[in-house]
């Protein structure tokens, strides 16, 4: 089993940064690919960023150029960070941390707030 604990979520101003984090514990070794996804009042839940465990990444048509995934590796954990900047008040929405072994987890979600 994987364990994913996510932070950084707030309230940020338009044009605004944010980093979040994801730490996964467990069975780190069978994780192929982590990545952050986000879903808002009344929409569907979507890809915003995600990097495989060979360091390839994707990330959502909105975000493109805006947001960063990245990862840091240690003995029993990994982190993926998601650098967030220019930040558009459309990008509220509660962000959710995605791990993808045989089976899918998910982080508890964190709140993003962009608004002046």
């Known amino acids: 089993q994987v364990q994913l604990v996510e932070s950084g979520g707030g309230l940020v101003q338009p044009g605004g940064s944010l980093r979040l984090s994801c730490a996964a514990s467990?069975?780190?070794?069978?994780?192929?690919?982590m990545g952050w996804y986000r879903q808002a009042p009344g929409k569907q839940r979507e890809l915003v960023a995600r990097m495989t465990s060979g360091g390839s990444t994707n990330y959502g048509d909105s975000v493109k150029g805006r947001f960063t995934i990245s990862r840091d590796s240690a003995k029993n954990t990994v982190t993926v960070f998601l650098q967030m900047n220019s930040l558009k008040p459309e990008d509220t929405a509660v962000y959710y941390c995605?791990?993808?072994?045989?089976?899918?987890?998910w982080g508890q979600g964190t709140q993003v707030t962009v608004s002046s």
């Open positions: 467990g069975s780190i070794s069978s994780i192929g690919a």
């Open positions: 995605n791990a993808l072994t045989r089976l899918v987890y």
